[in-house]
């Protein structure tokens, strides 16, 4: 009995201390092991965002290169893309206007383009189906009969166009 009594102080002061100091240690380490199993899920997620980033931008890249014309050159390449077209569709193509909208959206800037064209309602269905199925991303907003001669077939019609160009190089 004496001998219960003097291990149970030593048990309090040396021992429970021992353990529970243990229990502590080994809690941290769980706690700390989680944290660092969190941050590790943050930073391969994290990674998986940078990797969609540069693949997107890589897609977006290919995208404006293949479709769009290049902001240097647009004015210029688009109105020979459409004088080929026109003339493919056999139109005679008048005075050409175009204007740029003032915002980009999403890194395009908008170009609007109003191309009068003259011919026969076969050209002119050429011309469009041509225009649609152009590599280069061209939309047709809107057609406008001017005028169309008697007897001759011939229907002169303004056409309303749009394409957009990525407005940083």
């Not at 897609?59 to 479709?67: E, G």
């Not at 800037?109 to 064209?117: A, E, F, G």
């Not at 001669?149 to 990525?166: H, K, M, N, Q, Y």
């Amino acid at each position: 009995m004496g001998l219960l009594l003097l291990n149970l102080p030593v048990y309090f002061f040396l021992v429970r201390p021992e353990v529970e100091a243990a229990n502590g240690e080994a809690a941290r380490r769980e706690q700390m092991h989680l944290q660092l199993s969190r941050r590790t899920a943050t930073l391969n997620a994290l990674r998986d965002i940078a990797k969609q980033f540069s693949e997107s931008r890589q897609r977006y890249d290919q995208f404006t290169d293949n479709f769009l014309f290049p902001k240097d050159k647009i004015a210029s390449e688009l109105l020979q893309e459409l004088d080929q077209i026109s003339a493919e569709a056999g139109l005679s193509r008048n005075r050409v206007s175009y204007r740029l909208d003032q915002e980009p959206v999403f890194g395009l800037q908008r170009m609007v383009i109003t191309l009068p064209v003259e011919g026969s309602y076969s050209n002119i269905r050429n011309f469009l189906n041509m225009l649609e199925s152009h590599e280069k991303f061209i939309v047709i907003d809107s057609m406008a009969l001017v005028s169309e001669r008697e007897g001759t077939g011939a229907i002169r019609l303004d056409v309303s166009l749009s394409t957009l160009f990525p407005s940083q190089p």
